[in-house]
């Protein structure tokens, strides 16, 4: 329960030290390749948790291929560097923003027909239909 609230003071805190909008949204993106996770970020009031199973790096991999089987966080992230072998974790490489740009739908629909936070998962659907119909109200 410590982390529980160390985690929610943190949150509270960096919200307290930004100026913020009624209709912002809070989104935490974050790996599930550890079983303790997933609680601690459902300790967190007013957040949309975004979460990947093993690791966000298997939302990439999406972009390429349809990954229906299990797999670690490493061997996520050597099947990506096969697609896109400059990827470097914290970045984003030429080929991977491509990428994005071209298989966006195909990952969406592959990522939603995944098991929720089961191995492998990711959530990132949820956060690309709100940038897009935050972009259609513009």
């Known amino acids: 329960t410590n982390k529980f609230h160390r985690i929610t003071n943190i949150f509270n805190n960096f919200k307290k030290a ?31 948790i975004i979460a990947s199973n093993p690791c ?9 291929v349809k990954q229906m089987a299990e797999l670690t966080s490493a061997q996520c992230v050597s099947l990506l560097k096969h697609h896109a072998p400059q990827y470097r974790k914290g970045s984003i490489c030429a080929s991977l923003f491509s990428a994005f740009e071209s298989n966006q739908e195909r990952s969406v629909g592959w990522a939603k027909t995944l098991p929720e936070h089961k191995n492998p998962s990711s959530d990132m659907p949820i956060l690309i239909a709100d940038l897009e119909a935050a972009r259609e109200k513009k």
């Open 56 to 64: 966000l790096e298997l939302w990439f991999l999406l972009h390429y």
């Open 18 to 48: 930004r100026f913020t909008h009624p209709k912002d949204r809070d989104y935490l993106i974050y790996d599930l390749d550890r079983d303790d996770i997933m609680a601690l970020l459902k300790s967190i009031n007013g957040a949309i």
